[in-house]
Structure formats: C-alpha cells, structure tokens
C-alpha cells in the first residue's frame, strides 16, 4: 500500500505563543510523521494517540485521600466505578422524567390512562431524589386485571370425554403459571403479560422464579446497605458525589477523615485547595454534612417553622428541602456573626445540604470543647467574660439566640472561646427565642459557677444582662412565666399588626457588660 503523508504541524514554526503552553490539549507537535494508510486507520494507533495526548493533557489525576467514603482496595478504580454508577443513575432518572411527560402527554386528562411504569429504568429501590418524588401509578391494584385462571380440581382433570384437561395440561400449566407470577415480590415488575392469556412454559417459568427470588434478595440488600449508609454516616452517593465535586474542582485538596457523626450531622475534616477569583479557601476546612435521615430533626420543628424567615418556604416543602434549609440557615447566622467579629468557623461554600467552612484546629485536630478542656482559673474567668459578651453580640448586633450554648458547642482555641453550631440559632423575636435565650443562659451559669468562676452571673442575670431586658422575679418560675408573658406579647403584636416588634428592650441600649 502507498505511504500516505500525515503531516500535523503548528500553523506557525518555532517557539509557540504563550497559549500553546495553556491549552488543556497540549502544545501541537512541530514534528511532523508519516506513516502508512493502514496506520492511520489503525484503532490501535488511534487510542495510543489519544492516551498521550491525555496523558499530556491532564498529567495528575486529582487524588483522593483514603478517606472514610471509599472502600475496596484500588481507589481510582473503585471511585471511578462509583462516578460512572451515579452518573448511570442520574441518566436513568432524566429517562424516567422523559417518561413521565411523555405518559402525562398521552393521557391529558382522560379518565382511562396508560402507565409507563414498567419501562421506567429507576428502580423503586433507587430512587430517593426529592427532585423526583412523584407518585407512580400502581400498576399492582390495576382493576382491568384478567380475573384468576380458573383451576383444576384435586381430582386432577377437568371437562368430560375427549375435552378433559388435567392438571398437566400445557395450555392450563401456562395459565397458571402466569397467574402465579403475582406471587413474585411485589418489587418485581413482571410486565404487562397479566391481563393476557399468556401462558408460560414450566421452564420459563422456573427461570423467572429464580430471576424474582435474587432481585428480591438483592433489592433487600441494597435498600438495607443505603439505609445504612444514610443512618450512620450522613455519606449518601448524592452527598459523596457532592464531595467528590469539591474534590475535584480543587476547591478541596482532599478530605482527610470525619472528625464527629452527631445526631443530625456529620462533620468532616478537609484540606483546602485552590483559591478562585472571589474566594479564598482556608488551609483547612470543615465539612458539615446535615443528615439526610429525618427523623431527628422532626424534633426540631419549632426552630424553624416559627422563624419568620423561613415560615413562607416551611409549609411548602419536603423533609429534603427542610434538611437543606437547616444548612442554610448555619450558613446565613455564620455570616452575621462572622460580620460582627465572633470569633466562629467561616463560611467557604453552601451546597444542598453541605456546608464547608473554616476548621477550627490545627493539623487535622480539632480545637477541644469547652467540656473536654482543663482551664487554668485564669483562662476560665477570661472565657467566661468573654462568652459574655459574645452572647451581647449575638444577641444585639447579630439579633441572635444561639439556641443551643453550651460548653458542647463552644470550642478553645487560640487563647478564645469559638461558637459553633448555630443552624437553630433563632432572632430573639422568634416565638420561643427568649425561652431559647433563658436555656443557654442557665447552660453557661451552670457551667461557669460549677467550674469556679466566682464573678458568674446566675441565669436570672445573665438574661437580662444580654438582652437588656430587666425582669425582676426571684425565682426561676415567675422569671419564665414573665418571659412567656412577654413572647406572647409579642405575638399578639404580630397578630394584630402583622409585623413584630423589631426589639423587646423599649428603654434604649442596655449596658454592655465586660471585664
Ligand atoms: P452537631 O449538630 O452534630 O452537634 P456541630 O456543628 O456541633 O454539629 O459539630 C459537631 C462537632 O464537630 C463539634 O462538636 C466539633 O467538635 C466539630 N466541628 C464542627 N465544626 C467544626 C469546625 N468548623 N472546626 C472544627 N471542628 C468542628
Ligand atoms: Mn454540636
């Protein structure tokens, strides 16, 4: 065969521009080769080609450390595995979208509609997008199912003379063999075939039987390991592809490991990667991850439903959405306390229900709480002074409760008192903020006069010292019941004038307490 002259050179000779050296594809070669026709349809050569110009393209493979996602003994291999088995899931998902319109299309609003169900590619077992949570018609209880085949009698046959059929009869065997195909796992979708007069053969039969009983099994095993997986570690493949993203866009160097699997969340630890153009990523970053089980934050309810903030959207959506609000919500206080200068983690990125934030710690360790740390009494009456007057802040320039203060969400780092976990944290004029308010201040006397702090204030004082407000009850009773009396107050000013007082202090700025 004649030798064909496959010329690839640059458009200009010599040193390449400056954009050469960038160009994801590599700079073009200068050299020129030849080679036969034959090469040149050559597969082999082809994907040699290919693998070079990759490898010249993307010379590092963004790796992952060995982290607590990621099982199996070949990490690229297994990640990939993973990568291409989400993406498999979120094609079949668009599938079944496309499906539906399509159903929803054909039926419009006739009384008699036809069901798509059986070609949908999502398995009920794998479908947990909120996105797509759409009730599927039920083709189980379709009522123009074919009645029973009738059977046959103990005594074996039926019909008389020359029309007796016994039980062995191909015809009525086929029959009740498709008949008993409804006794499959009700997951197991075994077509349309049920209405008809279908008979299948023993042989088929007995082949679908087996096929049913190790769907059965691994539907069972697949449900049991998400669930578990959900439960436990908050590391759903939705949540785990959401990570990987951040890997993979270099926001994140790697995430080394989960530094706490809380009830409602699980918090990772993570190097940072690359700074874009409008964000600076911290060395270090926490990962939290808000559990996408329910369960424990049905409890929290009237945290959020009551935010006015948030009332609007509330009533409007699912538990899933409810999950990402809770995010939402850690982020937007973060964010006011950051501005006001509390020392607390800050906010890098919000995505769903995943919120990456500076790691308080050094070196993969984090900073120890309050609980876990021995003070010197020194230390002890500075962090008491200074919790003080972050919760004045809190409260006045952030119009926050935290909600949840105590020596769990407080951290000691750097010579200071860190606040963390602030996603229930409300606005005083929440429904129950003043009582939030009362139980963190109890929390932080409690903990301060037990640890020695003799300048403690106690909770009735603390209270008023943050808020500005100046109950006067004696004791813990009427000081509650004078708070009560006060939100109620407020939300019959809500009621009647449709808007809440924007403070419960009317008599100016309270004093600031400090040291
Ligand atoms: P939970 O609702 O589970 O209590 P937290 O926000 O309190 O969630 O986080 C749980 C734990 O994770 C904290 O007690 C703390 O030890 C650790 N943690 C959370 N955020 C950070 C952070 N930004 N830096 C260091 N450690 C953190
Ligand atoms: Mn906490």
Redesign the pocket.
Known sequence: MDSVGVTASAPDAGPGPAWQSKCPWGAPSTTSISCSLADVMSEQLAKELQLEEENAAFPEVVAVAEGPFITGENIDTSSDLMLAQMLQMEFDREYDAQLRREEKKINGDSKVSISFENYRKVHPYDSDSSEDEVDWQDTRHDPYRADKPTTTPRRGFIGKGKDITTKHDEVVCGRKNTARMENFAPEFQVGDGIGMDLKLSNQVFNALKQHAYSEERRSARLHEKKEHSTAEKAVDPKTRLLLYKMVNSGMLETITGC??T????V?FHAYGGNATEDKVIPPEC?I?VFKTTLNEFKNRDKYIKDDYRFKDRFSKLNPRKIIRMWAEKEMHNLTRMQNAGIPC?QVVILKKHVLV?????QDQV??P?LKDVTLSSEDMKKAYYQILNMMQQLYRECNLVHADLSE??M?WHDGKVWL??VSQSVEPTHPHGLEFLFRDCRNVSQFFQKGGVAEALNERELFNAVSGLNITADNEVDFQAEIEALEKMNEDHVQNHGKKLSTFSSDGDPPIYDE
Do not use: R
């Open positions: 530094i706490s809380g009830k409602e969340s918090v926490a939290k983690p934030m500076s790691f308080i710690g984090p900073a709480k769990y969400n951290l963390i976990d």
